[in-house]
Structure formats: structure tokens, C-alpha cells
């Protein structure tokens, strides 16, 4: 998952260390040494068992700092803009980034013996999750809302909503909720079928009417069972539709209006880049949407659009889509996420 941008990541990584550490070699021999307050030095140097020579000269070169300058990593920035943008990360995320990388590192007075290192993850790790925002933790909603949530998926063609329904749904009843699943895709020929069987393996309830049938009605009978039967969830599938297609769109904007919807998700697939961006910004003006979810992140390299769409359209990330079997969802916690992208400090 994300591959690409990590290794890439990395590389920003190691550029930007060498860039600071070469200014440190040019800076560091005209650099006085900050003088250490007398009485604090004459404490340090006659207390019992006071330091060493070698301790004395270690507090010297720690007290003497470098402060990076722009035109230290000026070059290392561009490096990492035009690599963020070759990996599909949106223009203002990718302003974004370098603007806070910049702020972080430049005109800090980074002490000698400190590891270089160590001040461009930090730089780098802040930066991310400034952009990632803060996730949504599901379960923590469900927690704290009265029964039954009611859950719309929406999102265009094949992304992976009926998979997400079926992953959540399972995922849900592993944490101990009831859940009902309602067949909102009378639509496509094939689709009732699709969603029987996802709700038998996972043994889930399945509310769902002929092909052909109105959406609303399913859904609307879905919320019914789920408020009769005490059910803590109902998971809303949808036709998959494109944004242009209005006819489509005033559907669900009639689904929306029925069933009154606590959540309204947007799926996509993580390896359509920017255009799961546009789509999604179209579809949280049209139809509205609380949270995404981007499916096909296993098959993604670039990581462009996880890292771009919460800060993109202002709205969190809840999961992410790791492949095809109920197990592969992962709930979108973006300190993880940004600890595996760029690892540990050295
Ligand atoms: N690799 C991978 N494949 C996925 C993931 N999620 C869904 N898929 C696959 O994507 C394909 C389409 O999934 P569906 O769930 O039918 O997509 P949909 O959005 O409901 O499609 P429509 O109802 O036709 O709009 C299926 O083959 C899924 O197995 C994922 O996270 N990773
Ligand atoms: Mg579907």
C-alpha cells in the first residue's frame, strides 16, 4: 500500500537531512559557541563528581547551534513538491506540505548533536498529518448515537461501495453491533443478487425488493426493520452513479429525504488519483457526505489520494479498502498511516 509515495518519502527524507547537514559543515566552523552562564558552568564543573573533560567539551558543541536558512533546503523543497505532485497529490495539499515543512525547519535553531535526521521526520510527519486530518472512528460515532445510526454509501460506478458495505457490516458485527443491510441497488441486473450473497456469508440481514423497484422504498423498509427489531445499524448499498447524471442524483437525493440518513458516505477507489477527488468534491456538493472511504488501496502506489481528499474537500477519511476478502478494511488512523510512510527516526 502506497509504496510509491513512501519510497519517495524517503528519498525527501534523505535529501533534506544532507541539504541541513551541509550547512551545518559550512556553518559550523565560524560558529561561536554559545557561552554557557558562568555560575551554571562553575556548578556543573565543581559539583561532586563534576564532568569530565570530555563531558565539558560535549556541552560545548551541544550549546552551538545551526539556524537552517531557506537557501539551505530550498532546492531539497522543490525536490519534494515536483515528487508530490508526480505522485497525484492535489496542488493546495501539496502547497500545504512544503509550507509547513518550510515553517518547521527553517530559521530553528537546530543545536549540534541533535540528529539531523530526527528534525526532518518530525518536520515531515507534522506536515502529513496537518493535511490527514483527524479520521473517524466509527465505532466511537455509533457509541455516542442513538439506534438505529442509519449509514448511506453512495459513490460512482464499481469503486466498491457493495465490497464496503459488506466489510463495514462485518466489521461492525465483530465489534458486537446488530446490523441490518438495506438493497438500495435495484438497478443494476446482477446487484441483488451480489449483495444476497455478501449478506449470507457474513450472516447479516438483507432487506431488499425487486429489481426495478424505488431505492427509497427499500431503504426506508430497511430503517424500519432496524427501529422494530432494536438494530443498532443500517447499511445503506446504492446504485453506483456519476455525478452528471442528474436523473440519478435527484434519486438519491430522494433516498436522502426517506430514509434520512445519520452518515452519508462517499466511496472511491484510492488509485483514481485526482479524479476521486473531483468526484468526491461533486458529490459532497450535490448529495453531501460525512466521510469517505477509499477502497483498492492495495493496488494503489501513489498514495495521492489518501493523502490529499481530507484536506481536499474537508471532510475525514474512515477507511481504507485493503482488498477483497470482509477482513480487508482498515479504520483510516492517520498517525499510523504517517508513522508507516515515513518510519522511525534514526
Ligand atoms: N483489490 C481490491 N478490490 C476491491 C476492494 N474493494 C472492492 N474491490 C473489488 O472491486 C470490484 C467492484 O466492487 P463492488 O463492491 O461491486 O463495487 P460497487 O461500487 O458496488 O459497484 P456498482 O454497484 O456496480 O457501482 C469487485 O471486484 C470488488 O471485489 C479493495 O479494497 N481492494
Ligand atoms: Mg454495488
Not at 465505532?139 to 469503486?159: A, D
Not at 443491510?181 to 455478501?198: C, F, L, W
Not at 452528471?244 to 477507489?269: A, F, G, H
Amino acid at each position: 500500500m502506497f509504496g510509491g509515495l513512501k519510497e519517495k518519502l524517503q528519498a525527501a527524507r534523505i535529501r533534506l537531512g544532507s541539504s541541513i547537514q551541509g550547512a551545518a559543515a559550512t556553518q559550523a566552523p565560524g560558529t561561536e559557541p554559545k557561552k554557557t552562564a558562568p555560575d551554571t558552568a562553575a556548578k556543573k564543573i565543581n559539583s561532586p563528581g563534576g564532568p569530565t573533560f570530555a563531558d565539558k567539551i560535549k556541552v560545548l558543541m551541544i550549546e552551538r547551534e545551526l539556524i537552517v536558512s531557506e537557501k539551505d533546503i530550498s532546492e531539497a523543497l522543490s525536490e519534494l513538491e515536483m515528487t508530490l505532485l508526480s505522485g497525484d497529490v492535489a496542488l493546495p495539499v501539496c502547497d500545504a506540505i512544503i509550507a509547513n515543512v518550510r515553517t518547521s525547519l527553517i530559521g530553528k535553531h537546530r543545536k549540534i548533536g541533535q540528529s539531523v535526521d530526527a528534525l526532518v521526520v518530525g518536520a515531515l510527519k507534522n506536515a502529513l498529518l496537518e493535511v490527514l486530518g483527524n479520521g473517524f472512528n466509527l465505532v466511537e460515532y455509533i457509541k455516542t448515537h442513538s439506534r438505529p445510526v442509519k449509514i448511506l454509501f453512495t459513490g460512482v460506478n464499481g469503486t466498491g461501495k457493495t465490497t464496503t458495505v459488506a466489510k463495514i457490516g462485518a466489521y461492525l458485527k465483530k465489534q458486537g453491533y446488530t446490523v441490518v443491510i438495506g438493497g438500495g441497488d435495484t438497478y443494476r441486473a446482477g446487484a441483488q443478487e451480489q449483495i444476497g450473497v455478501h449478506a449470507e456469508r457474513i450472516g447479516i440481514k438483507l432487506i431488499q425488493h425487486q429489481e426495478g423497484a424505488d431505492p427509497s422504498a427499500v431503504l426506508f423498509d430497511s430503517v424500519q426493520y432496524a427501529v422494530s427489531h432494536k438494530i443498532d445499524v443500517v447499511l445503506a448499498d446504492t446504485a453506483g452513479r456519476f455525478h452528471t447524471k442528474s436523473n440519478l442524483m435527484n434519486q438519491l437525493d430522494k433516498i436522502r429525504r426517506v430514509m434520512k440518513p445519520d452518515l452519508v458516505i462517499y466511496v472511491d477507489e484510492a488509485v483514481a488519483g485526482n479524479d476521486a477527488i473531483i468526484r468526491a468534491a461533486e458529490f459532497d456538493r450535490t448529495i453531501g457526505a460525512d466521510a469517505i472511504v477509499l477502497t483498492k488501496a492495495d493496488m494503489d502506489s501513489s498514495g495521492g489520494a489518501a493523502i490529499s481528499i481530507a484536506h481536499t474537500i474537508g471532510k475525514p477519511l474512515m477507511f481504507l479498502g485493503t482488498g477483497q476478502s470482509y477482513e480487508d478494511i482498515i479504520p483510516f488512523e492517520p498517525a499510523l498511516v504517517v508513522e508507516e510512510l515515513l518510519g522511525s527516526e534514526t
